[in-house]
């Protein structure tokens, strides 16, 4: 019992009563609590911390990994092709300009490998 507790018990003659063992005990019992939930407290904002972080680092290695695959992907790609020509003829048997006597097949883009003999009227 404080020094102060125990004056103001014997100077007012009992008015103000002293702490017993039990209530002493109490209040002990109360401060460890608060305490233990002081240290519990610290540890679940330690954990929550932790966890936090390792979020983090996921979220970073996530982003680099999508931007190392599109960094791959980029340069693994191959331009598109050209939007087709406008065809120049279209597609039929033809005098051979290259200089032949006989017909030669344009498919509508170009000159094919393919010819056949002119048919005489």
């Known amino acids: 019992m404080g020094l102060i507790r125990k004056s103001l018990a014997i100077g007012t003659v009992g008015v103000v009563k002293p702490n017993s063992k039990k209530q002493r005990n109490q209040k ?3 401060k460890q609590a608060k305490l233990s939930n002081n240290i519990a407290a610290a540890q679940l904002a330690t954990q929550i911390q932790a966890q936090a972080e390792a979020q983090q680092a996921l979220i970073q290695a996530q982003a680099q990994t999508a931007y190392l695959q599109a960094m791959v992907a980029q340069q693994g790609a191959v331009s598109p092709a050209p939007p087709p020509a406008i065809p120049s003829h279209q597609a039929g048997w033809y005098p051979d300009p290259f200089g032949g006597q006989d017909l030669r097949w344009h498919d509508g883009y ?3 490998d393919h010819v056949r003999a002119q048919l005489s009227n």
């Open 28 to 30: 002990e019992l109360i």
């Open 110 to 112: 170009t000159w094919t």
